[in-house]
């Protein structure tokens, strides 16, 4: 604990405790100003300033383009580990060892396969619905098929579920998929890893074999792991706050998935591509675009640019864009609207607008055009967010349930009317 700090409010003094963080950061604890100050408190809308919980899972400098889950560097993880192994350091706080990951892996494979009610709901969805809605509703489903996994009184009931969803996931994932194109399923295939399957469950053509591509395999395993946690951004704070509720992992999940789904936040990879693709067909003159994303009066903005923490490179858009090169270059692919990224980014990164408003390429501007590469529509983008950022959620949840943080539930300045009268509907 650091030295308290003074507030003076209304001719009195209240000491704030400051909590401080491993890395430095500083808190101010205004739980008990409320009461102690006769009603108080802090107005932060879009929690721009406002610290939700303390948190060990991952640790981001936006000023210094830091990012660590569970303090090792996503350059390492991206280059070196698994998603599975990611997934389990996000979830359980430690990398785990050969047995460990083993035991992890086999118990996914043995919970990928979802009930025929499963099935009977996704067939009931339009195929060309929403993915990311069907993805919610899928999800949110699951905890019909297992009630027995909706309380948890002990951290095994808790393993019990997130087993559960991590195994299923990477199917709902897949299916939703194949709904797109109105393909029939394809089950998991006990013989192939985590990503290999998604891979398989996603691109197999019935009665084909399916080879996984290694250039592929990898690309997808880095990006997952990209997105695997960002800390209390809008769907990993929706997803504590669901959850604080004592509502299921698998309902928590599915308001994960919708609060991603917004263009915004997850929504921007599949508008990146959309912007670049309008540019190329009009003439790629970046530098119009470039003009309508500062004016004021056009509600255009550059997608894939600015985030709400790094004022500096999103330290994933580094990495994505060397992946992108990679990729392309080894699958043979040469796509125009890479190159037009490329000009935007250069434009970007020297005009005098986006450099005062440090408005950098987040992980979203490069990873559209890695997914279009691996074949997968641009309408599911979001959705292969959502397997990424799966594991952050869940470590996340896990973190906030056990330490019993209680209900989310922010407070309010009122500024509506005052009391008034009720008028019978003939005197209004
Ligand atoms: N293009 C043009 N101007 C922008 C952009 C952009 N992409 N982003 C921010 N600005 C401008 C704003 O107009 C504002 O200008 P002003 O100060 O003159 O009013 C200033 O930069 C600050 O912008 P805010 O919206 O206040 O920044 P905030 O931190 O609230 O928003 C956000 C961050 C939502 C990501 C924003 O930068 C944006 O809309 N970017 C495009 C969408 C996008 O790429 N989202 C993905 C984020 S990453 C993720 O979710 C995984």
Redesign the pocket.
Known sequence: MAENATLKLNGKKYEIPVVKGTEGELGLDIKTLRGESNGAITLDP?FKNTGACQSAVTFLDGEKSILRYRGYSIEDLAEKASFTEVSYLLIYGELPDKKQLEEFESQLAEEAKVEEGMKTILKGFPAKGKPMGILASLTSALESFHTDLINYDSEEDMDKAIIKVLGKFPILVAWTLRNYHGQDLVEYDKDLGYVENLLQMMFKKSGEEYKVDKTIESALNKLLILHADHEQ?CSTSTVRIVGSSDASLFASLSAGVSALSGP???G?NEKVVHMLEGIKEDDGDTQRYMEK??DKNDPF????????VYKNFDPRAKIIKKSADEVLGQLGIEDPVLKIAENLEKEALEDEYFVK?K?YP???FYSGIIYRALGIPTELFTVMFAMGRLPGWIGQWREMRLRNEPIGRPRQIYIGENKREYKDIEER
């Open positions: 879009g951004n915004l936040h997850g921007a994303a500062k903005r550059l997608m894939g640019f600015g985030h709400r408003r408005l987040n992980v979203d």
